[in-house]
T-cell receptor, first 115, second 112 residues
Framework: EAEVAQSPRYKITEKSQAVAFWCDPISGHATLYWYRQILGQGPELLVQFQDESVVDDSQLPKDRFSAERLKGVDSTLKIQPAELGDSAMYLC?????????????FGPGTRLTVL | GQNIDQPTEMTATEGAIVQINCTYQTSGFNGLFWYQQHAGEAPTFLSYNVLDGLEEKGRFSSFLSRSKGYSYLLLKELQMKDSASYLCAVREWSNSGYALNFGKGTSLLVTP
């Protein structure tokens, strides 16, 4: 069964360091999402890609976060510099399209701890 | 998720039935999803409602009333493995397409 892959599963870093997360969506899925989930909260959308283009990054803290999906397949989310408040689970999801029948499939997530 | 409300925690007994409620406010409603999330894991899809009524899927059922902005997830014959967080998510239309907005989740504890 096709799955969304994410790497690493866990990351511990010190504040002010740079971190990067990788996501490989289900093959053929044009839409890719990065979510941040703080413990005890629901996922919050950070950025949404349609193929290689960003279609929504209104909630992405652009002073420190960046995301790219250069070839419209896999994607990287970067934080530089990391802050204590960035500790969270970072979830990647993909869907066939961004249209009506766009069930999102989630990857296992990357749990980030900033010390 | 500020327009989506669900209880923070619930406790129920193994073998019992539990109902998790969700209320929402949105101007571009296009469906309501329920996800299950075990601690430290990714959300997994449980159900989808876009029309009013009840959708049944094994031990899980989900109900939607669009006019009331209300949904519930019903879990029957509870098992210990059902202890998890249950996320209500509303799909809304925006300029960038359809987006999912999640509630904060309801943490369900099933006790023996």
């Amino acid at each position: 069964e096709a799955e969304v892959a994410q790497s690493p599963r866990y990351k511990i870093t010190e504040k002010s360091q740079a971190v990067a997360f990788w996501c490989d969506p289900i093959s053929g899925h044009a839409t890719l999402y990065w979510y941040r989930q703080i413990l005890g909260q629901g996922p919050e959308l950070l950025v949404q890609f349609q193929d290689e283009s960003v279609v929504d990054d209104s909630q992405l803290p652009k002073d420190r976060f960046s995301a790219e999906r250069l070839k419209g397949v896999d994607s990287t989310l970067k934080i530089q510099p990391a802050e204590l408040g960035d500790s969270a689970m970072y979830l990647c999801a993909s869907s066939l399209t961004s249209g009506r029948n766009n069930e999102q499939f989630f990857g296992p997530g990357t749990r980030l701890t900033v010390l | 998720g500020q327009n989506i409300d669900q209880p923070t925690e619930m406790t129920a007994t193994e073998g019992a039935i539990v109902q998790i409620n969700c209320t929402y406010q949105t101007s571009g409603f296009n469906g309501l999803f329920w996800y299950q999330q075990h601690a430290g894991e990714a959300p997994t899809f449980l159900s989808y409602n876009v029309l009013d009524g009840l959708e049944e899927k094994g031990r899980f059922s989900s109900f939607l009333s669009r006019s009331k902005g209300y949904s519930y997830l019903l879990l029957k014959e509870l098992q210990m493995k059902d202890s998890a967080s249950y996320l209500c998510a509303v799909r809304e239309w925006s300029n960038s397409g359809y987006a999912l907005n999640f509630g904060k989740g309801t943490s369900l504890l099933v006790t023996p």
